[in-house]
């Protein structure tokens, strides 16, 4: 049978994984996941600092490694192999040299925190981001950041930047561009060599790099000059045109085609964010809200310019053209934390007992690592088992899910998380199902924005990690909505959405709309609201709000 495949590599915060699709039906033939080693680690990183750093090593080792393997487990001929593209978290920025290779593969540099990807959620940059906002508001020119929201976060790429540049001299000498991870994946696996020749995505710098078509691309120097000269100069390193992900960036190098036992006549498409490309596996259509739901969320739709017009929605992560459909709108929104936010709850718990138990001298190695592995993959499960024998009616604790800032609706990362009306009788299930609630009520003030500002919601999907695992937060989340959520089959739906857009770049579909119809998963569960706890949680929510006001002010 002479079919032809694609693989989708999607970058997360703590893996990458890379699934090998048939691009005529969608099929998952094979799919391999790398944990980066030096993250798990928790190398180059200071959490109570907010410093989140990833050396790229970990993710060429992982670019090897599952592309690898998804071939010897799928048994094809690699010259079936027709195209690949790659999603990354964003935003994340790394600097390069003037070859476009990291500086953190130089020895120099080579355990410089600095010197390697700042991850999305890396909040050093707070001071910066205020800095632009203010800027931006009141330097009596365009306001750059209207396409964005109208709020520019630390989370983004300029934020970043000038924040690394302001700490570290040698790093900002030896920068001579920066690359979104997405951008910098690419590049490796066509052999670019130069940055400025490499063919930028559309969907980071849209909704990231304040780059819009009606003002010729990037800020002006003007602009970018008010906050560090470097940046006035940096403007003519990155690029002015970009580019969404069914096109062409390259062809896979000899080198990599080599390392992969890959054709050099493999495409490789221009990149993306691990969302966005998670919208077009989840299948995305007009008034869908697409939720991809791990240790953050991103809330994505996409709408016609017609539909639009001219209207700016304020306080979301941008509008760009291209960004998830070419020739439509994407709207992205989320929660700068999600999943973390149980994470964050679940070692709050076993920290201290995990370390009681490596200390213990009445058991051995063995009886140690098996107990530490119990408590850490049954804790939640057992949690989220007894939250869901609680009644709604009975909830009463309030708590803001802000533990990582607040991405949307009006990015505050300096925001923090709190928790009100707890008692005696207030164990660890009822605060874990509080934060599990609180997660909820802020994605309904998501879909409140969006509403309030005129974009109609029919629809919502979950995918990820959470929608595919967690009945309590599924079920909770529509609940508080008020609203049936369906969730996507792939357990690989960015990873899916990426292989679709290779699938369009190698020729082999007319375009998105015509993958996304070829190779979609479709669904397999769908969770409705129970009527008694709709109206519990909108008297919960307006608490939410209120809690909310008093701590914001």
């Known amino acids: 049978m002479n079919n032809n495949y694609v693989i989708g590599l999607d970058y997360g915060s703590d893996s990458v994984r890379a699934v090998l699709v048939n691009t005529s039906n969608g099929a998952n033939l094979a799919e391999d996941v790398f944990w980066y080693p030096r993250w798990k680690a928790g190398k180059y990183c200071h959490p109570v600092s907010n410093q989140f750093r990833q050396h790229p090593s ?211 498409a221009v990149g993306t964010f691990d969302a966005h490309a998670g919208a077009v596996g989840g299948e995305v259509t007009a008034n869908t809200l697409i939720k991809v739901m791990g240790t953050s969320t991103c809330d994505i739709m996409v709408t016609d310019k017609a539909t639009l017009g001219d209207k700016l929605i304020p306080g979301i992560c941008g509008q760009v053209d291209g960004s998830v459909i070419p020739g439509t709108i994407g709207l992205e929104a989320g929660q700068s934390g999600f999943g973390d936010v149980l994470a964050w709850f679940k070692s709050l718990l076993l920290k201290p007992s995990l370390e009681l138990i490596e200390e213990s001298q009445t058991l051995n190695q063995a009886q140690k690592e098996k107990l530490i592995a119990d408590l850490e993959d049954q804790l939640i499960v057992k949690l989220s088992e007894e939250a869901m024998a609680i009644p709604v009616a009975e909830s009463s604790i309030v708590a803001l899910d802000w533990i990582n800032g607040r991405r949307t609706p009006d990015a505050n990362q300096a925001l923090k998380g709190a928790i009100r009306n707890l008692n005696m009788g207030s164990d660890a299930v009822r605060v874990f199902k509080s934060l599990v609630e609180a997660i909820s009520f802020g994605s309904k003030s998501i879909v409140e924005r969006f509403r309030e500002e005129g974009v109609k919601i029919d629809n919502v999907i979950g995918l990820g990690g959470v929608a595919k695992k967690s009945t309590l937060v599924m079920q909770t989340l529509a609940d508080v909505l008020n609203m049936p959520i369906k969730v996507a089959s792939s357990d690989q739906a960015p990873a899916l959405g990426a292989a679709m857009y290779a699938s369009v770049a190698a020729g082999i579909h007319p375009n998105t709309q015509a993958a996304i119809k ?30 909310g006001g008093v701590i914001e002010g």
Not at 217 to 229: A, I, Q, R, V
Not at 522 to 542: A, C, M, S
Request: hydrophobic share 40%; proline share 4%.
């Open 58 to 268: 970990d993710h060429l080792e992982g670019l090897e490694a599952t592309i690898k393997n998804v071939l010897i487990k799928s048994e094809i001929d690699p010259a079936q192999v027709k195209a690949i593209c790659v999603d990354t978290t964003g935003s994340s920025p790394m600097p390069v040299d003037e070859n476009a290779q990291s500086l953190a593969l130089k020895p120099e540099f080579a355990a410089n925190p600095n010197a390697m990807m700042v991850i999305w959620k890396d909040h050093t940059a707070i001071a910066e981001a205020d800095e632009i906002n203010h800027v931006a508001r009141t330097w009596g020119g365009e306001d750059y950041t209207k396409y964005e929201g109208g709020i520019y976060s630390s989370e983004w790429f300029w934020a970043k930047i000038l924040h690394v540049i302001r700490e570290d001299e040698a790093v900002k000498n030896a920068a001579f561009s920066w690359m979104e991870h997405c951008d910098f994946i690419t590049a490796q696996l066509i052999g670019c060599e130069d940055p400025l020749t490499l063919k930028r995505s559309r969907c980071a710098a849209g909704h990231k790099a304040l780059w819009h078509e009606s003002w010729g691309g990037l800020p002006p120097k003007e602009f970018l000059g008010k906050f560090d000269s470097y940046l006035a100069e940096l403007k003519d390193r990155l690029y002015i045109d970009t580019y969404t992900s069914d096109e062409v960036a390259g062809n896979l190098s000899e080198t990599w085609a080599s390392k992969l036992g890959l054709s050099t006549d493999v495409v490789v």
């Open 518 to 547: 070829a190779m979609g998963n479709g669904f397999d569960k769908v969770y409705e609201p129970i009527e008694g706890n709709v109206e519990v949680y909108e008297k919960l929510y307006r608490e939410y709000l209120g809690f």
